[in-house]
């Protein structure tokens, strides 16, 4: 992709999960989760990685935060390799890769006061202690739109887009250069997604950030990312920058997803498409395009041979043999 300097990139990026039985354990297959995955994201860029549940679009953002082990591929953090560090090597570049969870209920320590869940990434890489450190805390959480007087309270003190700010605070607080969305608002109501959203631009400008924001919400993604990747059972279909994509789908696969998109206007129609059948399973996916057994446009080659996911022009990629 043309524009801002690569910050982050990732080549043919795979995680095999083995399936074991047997009193030796012995492995009898694997979980394909993620299969083949390429893309890169530019300096203050923002990526949208959308698809069903169970693509494997969680396990790419764990993969590239090393929270698990890639299999095989390439990860590359400002042109330097990081999949074959140590992790004691690995640990001095953790702060620049940081991560917003899904759910602000579970991943923040109901025994830990907010003090020490955003201070704790401050002690861990050495960067602060003393005064400095509770100046450092108290500014992020006033700059997340939270008050100095909450630094001393508990998780369970506080409301879900409330808790959201405290894990957004604690991502911050290292001066990352990316930031990994996972689903940052599908776990909040309706009325507080708008406000997490805007911080996280507001932000994003402020520091400069890189976003990879994980999301079901195409809406959202639309409205946040410069690029949407498209994921279909562990492998990116389609690749293109955000207008482009959402006017022009080329894959069979983004335009039914977009086809369920509400539209916020009763007197415009859109064309619905049902896909038929279930995702088949990442342990045993079908030969050839992994989509042909749902696309009601398929062809014969698409039942015996892999597309080859290509640039079609002006940065958009698609793995299709009737793009």
Avoid: W
């Amino acid at each position: 992709m043309e524009g801002s300097p690569v910050l982050l990139k990732v080549t043919d990026l795979k995680k095999y999960f083995p399936l074991r039985t047997g009193v030796f354990s012995r492995v009898k297959g694997y979980v394909y989760a993620v299969d083949g995955v390429t893309f890169q994201i530019g300096k203050g860029e923002t990526l949208g990685l959308v698809g069903e549940s169970g693509c494997g679009k969680t396990t790419t953002g764990k993969l590239i935060l090393r929270l698990i082990e890639p299999t095989g591929g390439e990860i590359e953090l400002d042109g330097q390799s990081i999949v074959h560090m140590t992790l004691p090597e690995f640990r001095s570049l953790r702060k620049r890769l940081q991560i917003i969870f899904q759910d602000p209920y579970s991943s923040l320590n109901p025994r830990m006061r907010v003090r020490d869940i955003v201070g704790e990434p401050l002690d861990v890489h050495g960067l602060a202690n003393g005064l400095e450190r509770e100046q450092r805390i108290v500014s992020m959480l006033e700059r997340v739109g939270l008050k100095s007087e909450h630094i001393n309270r508990y998780p369970h003190e506080f409301s879900g887009g409330q808790r959201q700010r405290i894990g957004i605070a604690r991502a911050l607080i290292v001066e990352p250069e990316i930031i990994i969305g996972d689903e940052p608002v599908s776990a909040l109501d309706v009325s507080i997604r708008a406000q997490i959203i805007n911080l996280l631009e507001d932000l994003q400008e402020e520091f400069k950030l890189s976003y990879l924001i994980i999301a079901h919400d195409l809406s959202v993604v639309e409205h946040v990312s410069d690029y949407v990747a498209v994921m279909y059972l562990g492998k990116i279909v389609e690749l293109a920058e955000s207008y482009v994509l959402y006017t022009d789908p080329k894959h069979p696969y983004t335009r039914a997803l977009l086809s369920a998109v509400p539209i916020p206007n009763p007197d415009l129609e859109r064309k619905r498409i049902i896909l038929t059948g279930d995702v088949p399973s990442p342990i045993d996916p079908p030969p050839g395009c992994r989509f042909h057994t749902r696309c009601a446009e398929k062809r014969e080659i698409c039942k015996a041979d892999e597309p080859p996911f290509v640039d079609i022009g002006e940065d958009h990629f698609v793995a299709c043999h009737l793009a």
